[in-house]
T-cell receptor, first 114, second 116 residues
């Protein structure tokens, strides 16, 4: 089954404790992205990757890091989480190409930083 | 300026009625795509329908249709014969041409509640 998986699905952590949210897709997609969702703001892109070893900042990259060492994986790293990073996080992937290709979303990771 | 605007934070509709969720967009790129996603209370993002800027006809997918008015820059989602399971958050999103091909820009969302 074609899918994007994220782990963990739920995480409660404390300020400053480094964490990684994993993302993996089995569709051989070139493009992968991370979004965060906050009430009243919709989803905003954090980072994206157009292929292995090619990553770039989205609209809200501060406080986050990513890496793309393999095509299927795109982990999101919070080196020193803060309460303002409490949010719902989505990983997404799609085929490289023009605008019309659907973006596949993971199930989401609900992060709480206390 | 907001690229995608959804002006209805919440809507309440009676079961079996049709409902229109508004979405206006702003872009100067002639090539773009418009998407609607549904987010139920469980949190996942479910793709509903897509409209390309060059598409001549309005997109339809089952009970969903997209009322695309290019000159007015609007892409409203129409759900016919609403069902209780349609209660969810709905997001309009846009991807612009080749320059913006790496991301979707989302509106703030509309929370739809279907009453029995």
């Amino acid at each position: 089954e074609a899918q994007v998986t994220q782990n963990p699905r739920y995480l409660i952590t404390v300020t400053g404790k480094k964490l990684t949210v994993t993302c993996s897709q089995n569709m051989n997609h070139e493009y992968m992205s991370w979004y965060r969702q906050d009430p009243g703001l919709g989803l905003r892109q954090i980072y994206y990757s157009m292929n292995v070893e090619v990553t770039d900042k989205g609209d809200v990259p501060e406080g986050y890091k990513v890496s793309r060492k393999e095509k299927r994986n795109f982990p999101l790293i919070l080196e020193s989480p803060s309460p303002n990073q409490t949010s719902l996080y989505f990983c997404a992937s799609r085929v490289r190409g023009f605008v019309l290709y659907e973006q596949y979303f993971g199930p989401g990771t609900r992060l709480t930083v206390t | 300026a907001q690229k995608i605007t959804q002006t209805q934070p919440g809507m309440f509709v009676q079961e079996k009625e049709a409902v229109t969720l508004d979405c206006t967009y702003d872009t100067s790129d002639p090539s773009y795509g418009l998407f609607w996603y549904k987010q139920p209370s469980s949190g996942e993002m479910i793709f509903l329908i897509y409209q390309g800027s060059y598409d001549q006809q309005n997109a339809t997918e089952g009970r969903y249709s997209l009322n695309f008015q290019k000159a007015r820059k609007s892409a409203n989602l129409v759900i016919s014969a609403s069902q209780l399971g349609d209660s969810a958050m709905y997001f309009c999103a846009m991807r612009e041409g080749l320059q913006g091909a790496q991301k979707l820009v989302f509106g703030q969302g509309t929370r739809l509640t279907i009453n029995p």
